[in-house]
């Protein structure tokens, strides 16, 4: 089945904590990208990645790193988790380079909490 | 810049009738639409898009979108609305420079029985 897969998909941790949230996708996308949700505003994107060893940063990047060293993963790194990074966590790819009829794919979402 | 709005928080309408969820757009170039279903604790679900052509547009679960050029807007809409609808969605437009989608802030569908 073609999918994107985030682990974990409940997190609850500490700030200052260093965590990882994993992404894989088995369709051979080259386009991945990480979004975070939240409410009244929407998704909005994080870091993206056109290709493997390929990544730059979203609109809200700062907090955040990521690594595209095989096309099928692309994990989020918090280095150092604060509160304001409670958030729901979507993973997504898509099989061009973003072109504009690309369809992007999510996965089924992380939701994590920072104490 | 570009941005996408959807001007009401939620929509409730009775099943079986018609329901429609608001968009518009503000992009500089070309639209590239979409919408997005989000039910609870579930990803995001593609319903459909907009790239070319026809301003109708024709997507997933009996939904459709109409493309308005001279209103900027890209409403959704379903002629018999289900319970089973009711969920948060989203229209996105995508910025082709970094592939990315650009969110509005989401309209929950609350369809009764």
């Known amino acids: 089945e073609a999918q994107v897969t985030q682990n974990p998909r409940y997190l609850i941790t500490v700030t200052g904590k260093k965590l990882t949230v994993t992404c894989s996708q088995n369709m051979n996308h080259e386009y991945m990208s990480w979004y975070r949700q939240d409410p009244g505003l929407g998704l909005r994107q994080i870091y993206y990645?056109?290709?493997?060893?390929?990544?730059d940063k979203g609109d809200v990047p700062e907090g955040y790193k990521v690594s595209r060293k095989e096309k099928r993963n692309f994990p989020l790194i918090l280095e150092s988790p604060s509160p304001n990074q409670t958030s729901l966590y979507f993973c997504?790819?898509?099989f061009g380079t973003g072109g504009v009829g690309d369809t992007q794919y999510f996965g089924p979402g992380t939701r994590l909490t920072v104490l | 810049a570009q941005s996408v709005a959807q001007p009401e928080d939620q929509v409730n309408v009775a099943e079986g009738n018609p329901l429609t969820v608001k968009c518009t757009y503000s992009v500089s170039g070309n639209p590239y639409l979409f919408w997005y279903v989000q039910y609870p604790n579930r990803g995001l679900q593609f319903l459909l898009k907009?790239?070319?052509?026809?301003?109708l547009v024709k997507g997933s679960y009996g939904f459709e979108a109409e493309f308005n050029k001279s209103q900027t807007s890209f409403h959704l809409k379903k002629p018999s609305a289900l319970v089973s609808d009711s969920a948060l969605y989203f229209c996105a437009v995508r910025d082709i420079s970094t592939g990315k989608l650009i969110f509005g802030q989401g309209t929950t569908l609350q369809v009764k029985p």
């Open positions: 907009y790239i070319t052509g026809d301003n």
């Open positions: 990645s056109m290709n493997v060893e390929v990544t």
């Open positions: 997504a790819s898509s």
